[in-house]
């Protein structure tokens, strides 16, 4: 009793349209996922220099990043918490907080301008501190 598996013995076909299909759901996803990180951080801060600053490891789900960026024509900081602007800087607290309830590992970055006061930072760490985060990282450059 011989069987026969089907077909009329030639070379099965290699389907390109599915192989798109997928490949363009991929694209989309890995777009998407991309454009979070990057509206995150803020091109426009200069960060400091610091020769010997070591690469954090990056643990994007638990990651924070707050912006500092010195405005020179107001001699003040603006401090961005994502999209949000925190003016005054007591907002900060508020906009963390629940962040901190939500995910107790959280790590929280402070990407400070080049060109802002230590005094301004400081600031920022204790909104931070009063939020209940402690775990604070201060952004550099090596180069």
Request: glycine letters at 6%; hydrophobic letters at 45%; one cysteine or more.
């Amino acid at each position: 009793m011989a069987g026969s598996v089907g077909g009329d013995g030639s070379d099965p076909e290699f389907q390109v349209a599915p192989m798109i299909d997928v490949l363009l759901v991929l694209l989309i996803f890995f777009m998407s996922i991309t454009t979070d990180q990057v509206l995150k951080i803020d091109k426009s801060i200069a960060l400091p220099v610091a020769t010997e600053a070591k690469k954090r490891e990056n643990d994007m789900k638990n990651q924070v990043i707050v912006n500092v960026d010195w405005d020179t024509a107001l001699g003040k900081a603006q401090v961005r918490y994502g999209a949000i602007v925190c003016d005054p800087i007591e907002q900060l607290a508020d906009h963390v907080r629940p962040v901190k309830e939500a995910n107790d590992k959280v790590k929280l970055i402070i990407r400070g301008d080049a060109l802002t006061p230590a005094v301004e930072v400081q600031k920022v760490i204790e909104q931070l501190a009063a939020a209940g985060i402690d775990d604070i990282s201060l952004s550099g450059t090596n180069r």
